[in-house]
């Protein structure tokens, strides 16, 4: 299993989706921290290095990174099946379970890996405004980035760090079910539209109050929820994730190639 | 006799309602070359995909080794298999860097082993480049490279001329035939039908999902013809004679086919002390070609209409 992972990790950085998505992922940033018209347009004057990643964090996590979350993650298949690569593959001694499980925990760390990576992209953007002590908020707390008083950098590393690791998880039942998409229409441009589909789709559903704190969607929202308020929201996405996972293989399993 | 290596029993195949392969039932066996010929739509390509595990039989059974390629994946690590024309590959990387990637998937196999298929594929010169400028052909070896590297004792090739010059047509069929010679079962599906008859050992001719012939080749080669004083005489002579397996007449000739190809020789003998002309004894080059059409028009089916002797095929 360990060799399979090791394989996934290696064909990661030649996906085309990848070095796109790197390359947004850096913009994504620095747009934030060097946008002349920022206070113009948004009403916003940044203060500290911190709110750099908090407005990342908050823009990205509106659309662009379950979009490229689910690219990636449809990408993972869909390039082996459009290269030809997956019956090779399957021909040899790897049971299909196995290799797709190495596919499941490689599309589980890749919403890591889109997240953090803008978090370094946005601490390096940020720099030129300090990570020191600030009056305001980053933008992930208590008020906002308005703030109440003085932010030590301490409270202020933590806000970012804590939003970001959730943002990550509640991405990986999106990445999970692009996967699983794929592996049902064996296609990665079908496999990450119907996600998107399933998630604006799913985001409607909010009409319904009872429905509503259960939704996918709801929980990409977790990020910003009070520490006391996550307990729910970390068993849902898990319960979505390990979903995903299981059916995918289930699909995977029975498919013919 | 050896066990079959690989081995389908009334194997049954529908996609949707709409059955692909019915009833099928065939053997190979360790050192023989089987080819499955048949028009485009046959079922050729879904049989070998049966066979090697990539889909599951909607009846029947298969036994690929003694196991059941579906529920024991670890059957396959006695298979090399090539089921994708052109042979598939990730682009982005070298000939040797998929070779090596597929090794480790296969369990592992030493460097020098695959710098030797490489070398054997005619593909050392290229081997660092990456796979993404191979031309069809040069991907169809690599492919080829990929299947032996692991010396499996079954062989599963699907349409491995394809895209092929000559020189790399002749070089698939040599490794074809040593794999072969060294106790490979080999299963390969194609539409050359003419090398065929050179390095396989049995035919069998698909049309509809079904098999409706098998040709043993073997038997094939140590046929002859011969012509004589008289034919029926003949005939008659040879079907007593321990070391002919048939004899018969066909177009005013005798036809005979030895069980034991040494014994050539006593032909004459046979046929002298009986007071029968011998005038000229040649072998009877099996016409594969020729035989697929009329096989082809007696089924009756689709490509009946277009299975007209002498037409490329």
């Known amino acids: 299993m360990g060799m399979?992972?090791?394989?996934?990790?290696s064909k990661w950085f030649h996906l085309s989706s990848v070095r796109f998505s790197l390359v947004l992922l850096v913009l994504l940033p620095a747009m934030w921290a060097y946008a002349p018209g920022i206070f113009d347009v948004y009403g916003v004057f940044l203060v500290s290095g911190?709110?750099?990643?908090a407005l990342s964090l908050l823009s990205g996590m509106e659309f662009l990174f379950p979009l490229l979350v689910a690219i990636i993650a449809a990408e993972l298949l869909g390039s082996e099946i459009a290269f030809g690569t997956l019956r090779a593959t399957?021909?040899?001694?790897?049971?299909?379970?196995?290799?797709?499980?190495?596919?499941?925990?490689?599309?589980?760390?890749?919403?890591?890996?889109?997240?953090?990576?803008?978090?370094?992209?946005?601490?390096?953007a940020g720099l030129f405004l300090g990570?020191?002590?600030?009056?305001?908020?980053?933008?992930?707390?208590?008020?906002?980035?308005?703030?109440?008083?003085?932010?030590?950098?301490?409270?202020?590393?933590?806000e970012v760090l804590r939003a970001y690791a959730i943002a990550a998880f509640s991405l990986v039942p999106v990445s999970l079910l692009a996967l699983l998409l794929t592996t049902v229409f064996m296609n990665a441009a079908s496999g990450a539209l119907?996600?998107?589909?399933?998630?604006?789709?799913?985001?409607?559903?909010?009409?319904?109050?009872?429905?509503?704190?259960?939704?996918?969607?709801?929980?990409?929202?977790?990020?910003?929820?009070?520490?006391?308020?996550?307990?729910?929201?970390?068993?849902?996405?898990?319960?979505?994730?390990?979903?995903?996972?299981?059916?995918?293989?289930?699909?995977?399993?029975?498919?013919?190639? | 006799m050896p066990e079959p290596a690989i081995e389908t029993v009334n194997l049954f195949k529908q996609y949707r309602g709409r059955p692909v392969v019915r009833d099928l039932s065939f053997t190979?066996?360790?050192?023989?070359?089987?080819?499955?010929?048949?028009?485009?739509?046959?079922?050729?390509?879904?049989?070998?995909?049966?066979?090697?595990?990539?889909?599951?039989?909607?009846?029947?059974?298969?036994?690929?080794?003694?196991?059941?390629?579906h529920a024991d994946g670890s059957?396959?690590?006695?298979?090399?298999?090539?089921?994708?024309?052109?042979?598939?590959?990730?682009?982005y990387l070298s000939g040797r860097g998929n070779l090596q990637l597929q090794a480790r998937l296969a369990g592992g196999v030493a460097e020098e082993r695959i710098s030797e298929v490489l070398?054997?594929?005619?593909?050392?010169?290229?081997?660092?480049?990456?796979?993404?400028?191979?031309?069809?052909?040069?991907?169809?070896?690599?492919?080829?490279?990929?299947?032996?590297?692991?010396?499996?004792?079954?062989?599963?090739?699907?349409?491995?001329?394809?895209?092929?010059?000559?020189?790399?047509l002749h070089l698939v069929h040599r490794v074809l035939r040593e794999s072969a010679s060294r106790g490979t079962a080999v299963l390969i599906s194609t539409h050359h039908l003419e090398e065929v008859v050179s390095y396989c050992s049995r035919v069998g001719i698909m049309e509809a999902g079904v098999l409706i012939d098998e040709v043993d080749l073997r038997k094939r080669g140590s046929r002859y013809r011969a012509r004589v004083s008289d034919v029926h005489a003949a005939v008659a002579a040879l079907q007593v004679q321990p070391f002919v397996s048939e004899a018969f007449s066909r177009d005013k000739e005798l036809v005979f086919t030895l069980s034991d190809v040494e014994r050539l020789g006593y032909v004459s003998v046979v046929l002298g002390s009986n007071g029968i002309g011998l005038f000229e004894l040649t072998p009877d080059v099996f016409n594969l070609r020729a035989y697929y059409y009329e096989r082809m028009a007696r089924s009756g089916g689709r490509t009946a209409q277009a299975a007209q002797p002498g037409v490329p095929g």
């Open chain 1, 194 to 257: 119907a996600t998107l589909g399933l998630l604006i789709v799913s985001s409607l559903f909010v009409v319904f109050p009872w429905l509503s704190s259960y939704l996918l969607t709801t929980q990409l929202n977790a990020y910003q929820f009070p520490f006391h308020e996550l307990t729910t929201p970390l068993i849902l996405i898990a319960v979505y994730a390990i979903l995903f996972a299981v059916v995918a293989v289930f699909v995977f399993e029975r498919k013919d190639f």
């Open chain 1, 4 to 9: 399979l992972i090791r394989l996934e990790l």
């Open chain 1, 50 to 53: 911190y709110q750099v990643p």
């Open chain 1, 90 to 124: 399957l021909l040899r001694p790897v049971s299909r379970a196995q290799w797709l499980l190495a596919k499941v925990l490689v599309a589980t760390l890749m919403p890591f890996f889109v997240v953090f990576f803008v978090l370094a992209v946005s601490i390096i």
């Open chain 1, 131 to 158: 990570f020191g002590p600030f009056v305001g908020g980053t933008g992930l707390g208590a008020g906002g980035l308005a703030g109440q008083g003085v932010t030590t950098a301490a409270a202020a590393s933590s």
């Open chain 2, 75 to 91: 059957v396959r690590a006695g298979l090399g298999a090539m089921v994708e024309a052109p042979a598939a590959f990730y682009p």
């Open chain 2, 119 to 168: 070398e054997l594929m005619e593909l050392g010169a290229a081997s660092e480049r990456k796979v993404a400028v191979y031309s069809l052909g040069m991907r169809q070896r690599l492919g080829v490279a990929a299947a032996i590297m692991n010396d499996p004792d079954v062989l599963i090739l699907d349409e491995p001329a394809s895209g092929m010059d000559p020189l790399s």
């Open chain 2, 28 to 69: 190979v066996r360790p050192g023989e070359v089987y080819a499955l010929v048949g028009p485009n739509g046959a079922g050729k390509t879904t049989v070998i995909r049966l066979v090697s595990g990539l889909a599951y039989p909607s009846g029947g059974e298969v036994r690929l080794l003694g196991g059941d390629p």
